[in-house]
């Protein structure tokens, strides 16, 4: 059974940074492809950052060149850095696994995922 599970979301203002985690288990965490959600209230669930099955880093372009994806896999844990966070940044963020091949911009649509977190709230205040 897969478990995904998210932390580090809170309350930072405007410029500020964060650091979400996501512990894994369940599945082979090293060639798995991983990806961070946000879903903001009223709007649809976006990608925001993902790592597919080659280990290749895909982002939104709204997020590009201020967060940063990683991953340890001594840890199985998955790592988004968030720096000069802005208002609009205001979110839920959730985590998603997949043990099935997934490669490049599909890694971040949410059909590429099977196994989600419940996520973690994070709030940029102005």
């Known amino acids: 059974q897969v478990e995904v599970v998210e932390s580090g979301g809170g309350l930072v203002q405007a410029g500020g940074s964060l650091t979400l985690s996501c512990t894994v288990s369940g599945l082979p965490f090293a060639d798995s492809a991983m990806g961070w959600f946000r879903q903001a209230p009223g709007k649809e669930r976006e990608g925001v950052a993902a790592?597919?099955?080659?280990?290749?880093?895909s982002y939104a372009d709204s997020v590009k060149g201020r967060f940063t994806i990683s991953r340890d896999s001594a840890k199985n844990t998955l790592y988004l850095q968030m720096n000069s966070l802005q208002p609009e940044d205001t979110a839920m963020y959730y985590c998603a696994a997949s043990a099935f091949y997934c490669s490049g911009w599909y890694s971040l649509t949410q059909s590429a995922y099977a196994d989600w977190g419940q996520g973690t709230q994070v709030t940029v205040s102005s």
């Open positions: 790592i597919d099955s080659d280990g290749r880093l």
